[in-house]
């Protein structure tokens, strides 16, 4: 079955049972270190509300680099198949192989691939037809950049072999790019966890070490409007600090 729409992701039963009990310790270890009680896990289902979609956007992020990786990959199989005068019917065939051998029989480009080479066989679909439905549900510029170059050069009878390998190397150095950036900014990201992490660390501690030092603010209601001051900076900090280190390119 295809991805109607890659930007949105529909997490298994399997993931969804993984972020929810991650969640629930989460909200659970933040009821006892900035409340003394469990009493905030009443808000647990708003929580899981919004951070299930934060999640699957996440996930969904995640799959369409995968996916730019692959398509990358199966536009120089294409390449050299074109190149050696194949149709791309036949070059598609060969792309299938490829995929296969490098990212499995699980890879979800190498489930497209399948369903264009059957639509052109089947159905009598055209190549033009089965990429540019693909790049609709794809949702990645590189992809529908390469499908408005794919319809030039066959309307005009430009030449594809080219075409199609510039774009292949185009994607690959913007690949390139990113995970040289990445690396780069990871460090600093680490860095703003750790320091989002040490208030958390530094209570944690005054609870073993000292509980009597910070009864004040969890028996009061002054105390707990601080706490739920520090834990919404905390929170604010970290999302500040994800989004400031995360650069698209």
């Known amino acids: 079955m295809m991805i109607a729409d890659y930007s949105v992701y529909r997490p298994s039963r399997k993931e969804r049972l993984r972020f929810s009990v991650i969640l629930f310790c989460a909200v659970l270890g933040a009821s006892y270190v900035f409340y003394a009680s469990f009493i905030p896990l009443l808000l647990y289902p708003l929580i899981y509300y919004r951070a299930e979609k934060m999640y699957c956007d996440y996930l969904a992020e995640r799959r369409k680099a995968a ?20 149709h791309m019917a036949e070059a598609l065939e060969e792309a299938e192989e490829s995929l296969r051998d490098i990212y499995g029989g699980d890879s979800e480009l190498l489930g497209e691939v399948k369903d264009m080479i059957r639509k052109m066989k089947e159905t009598g679909e055209s190549d033009l037809a089965v990429i540019e439905d693909f790049a609709r549900r794809a949702a990645l510029e590189d992809v529908e950049d390469f499908t408005e170059v794919f319809r030039a050069c066959r309307e005009t009878g430009g030449n594809l072999v080219s075409a199609v390998n510039k774009a292949a190397t185009v994607i690959g150095e913007k690949i390139n790019i990113e995970r040289e950036i990445k690396a780069m900014v990871m460090q600093k990201k680490y860095e703003g966890r750790i320091i989002t992490i040490m208030p958390v660390a530094i209570i944690l501690f005054l609870q073993i070490m000292s509980p009597d030092y910070l009864q004040v603010m969890y028996s009061t209601a002054a105390g707990r409007i601080l706490m739920s001051l520090a834990l919404a900076a905390i929170v604010i900090a970290y999302f500040m600090i994800e989004r400031i280190t995360s650069i698209e390119v």
């Open 67 to 86: 996916l730019l990786l692959q398509f990358r990959d199966l536009l120089y199989s294409l390449s050299a198949s074109l190149a050696t005068g194949r």
